[in-house]
Structures are given as structure tokens and as C-alpha cells.
């Protein structure tokens, strides 16, 4: 018997593949993990949102990441990543290197 796949068929996933500062992965963590369990992160009110994302680490490099959740909407997590991207602002977003843009990738099997 086959287990419960990873997502639905026709919802997609966003798939975040970032790097933070050398030497400050851990405090990234933290941060993260702070500004996600706050109640204050938009994105869980979403209905939009499938299920609640994920953040992986590298397990070659420490300072890689990817953080990965399962949605419906497009339109609706643009539009969250965008509130929190330009009026929250999270701390931990200070930690990012470069661009904090998700590929979005279509469920299709």
C-alpha cells in the first residue's frame, strides 16, 4: 500500500533555495523559528495554504537552506510574501543572502 503522497495533485508547492551569512545559520534558525511561531506571520492565517511550511538544511553546507510548503493560490501567497517581504520585515530576513524568491512548482502527479 502505497503512503499519503507529499501534496495534492493540482496545488503546488513553494520551494525557497537560499543561503544565509557564513557562520550565521543558527541564529537564522532561531529567528525564523521566533517570527514563524509568533502568531504573527500571515501566512497561517492563510486558507490558501495547504500546509504549513517547512525549512530544510543542507546537509553538506550549513548555511544553505530551503524552506517548502503546499498551497492553492498563487495569487494569495504572492501577495503574503509580499506583506511580510515589504511591512513586517521579519529579523531573520536580515540574515538572507542575496534574493528570498520562491519556485513555485505545480503538483501534477
Known sequence: MA???LAQQGNFLH???FRVKPGT???FIELFE???HSGENPMHESAAQVT???LCRDEN???HFYLI???QDKAAHRALREQIMNDIRPEFM???EGDFVPIYADVVA
Open 52 to 54: 504549513d511550511g517547512v
Open 34 to 36: 521566533q517570527f514563524d
Open 3 to 5: 503512503n499519503r503522497p
Open 61 to 63: 553546507d550549513p548555511d
Open 69 to 71: 510548503a503546499e498551497w
Open 94 to 96: 536580515n540574515l538572507v
Open 15 to 17: 520551494v525557497y533555495d
Open 25 to 27: 545559520a543558527e541564529s
